[in-house]
């Protein structure tokens, strides 16, 4: 393995990724970047305004979009940068092109849990996000992963973060991105 390591969040809209991953970045003793899709679509890399009003269509975007936020992951870490990444990994087909693209890296690969209730409740909170992403992403982003660490955020103790390094320091070989990919 070469490069940054990787603590990769996986987990349903408005479980806490966001959350957990400033935590992490806040008390981890290395330096790591936080990076995700919020971030680029907050910033104004995305078109949104023109995607909300019909002049894009973003599910014709989406795959080329997360197809180049996936690799720049990879390129970042080859860079040498250390990452927390936030994802929601919604396919089969999803995890298996991150695996093939990150498994060369040292991934921590984090289950992010949350109640359905609780995400609902947070989701229409927020007002944010459309009304039953939540819901979907409960059913489906862990249907198809192995983590090496999982972690329940519907009422957190405010330890999370540390519990998260805890494991991280303690992890071993060979990662759930290197038995995923069969290594």
């Not at 996986?10 to 966001?18: C, D, F, P, V």
């Not at 936030?86 to 060369?104: D, F, G, K, Q």
């Not at 609902?120 to 992963?145: K, L, S």
Request: hydrophobic share 45%; charged share 25%; with cysteine.
């Amino acid at each position: 393995m070469s490069g940054g390591e990787i603590i990769f969040l996986n987990g349903a809209s408005s479980a806490g990724k966001s959350m957990l991953a400033r935590g992490i970045q806040m008390r981890i003793e290395e330096p790591f970047w936080h990076v995700s899709m919020d971030h680029l679509r907050d910033a104004g890399v995305l078109p949104m305004a023109r995607i909300r009003r019909g002049d894009f269509d973003w599910k014709a975007l989406r795959p080329a979009f997360f197809d180049g936020i996936d690799r720049s992951y990879a390129a970042y870490a080859a860079a040498g940068n250390n990452l927390i990444v936030e994802h929601i990994v919604e396919t089969p087909a999803w995890m298996a092109r991150l695996v093939a693209i990150l498994s060369p890296f040292d991934v921590f690969f984090v289950g992010v849990h949350c109640d359905l209730a609780e995400l609902e409740r947070r989701e229409a909170a927020r007002g944010d996000r459309p009304i039953g992403d939540a819901r979907r992403d409960f059913q489906t982003v862990h249907a198809h992963a192995r983590y090496d660490f999982e972690i329940d955020l519907t009422s957190p103790r405010g330890d999370e973060a540390e519990r998260v390094i805890a494991a991280w320091r303690a992890r071993t070989a060979p990662s759930a991105f290197q038995r995923m990919a069969g290594g």
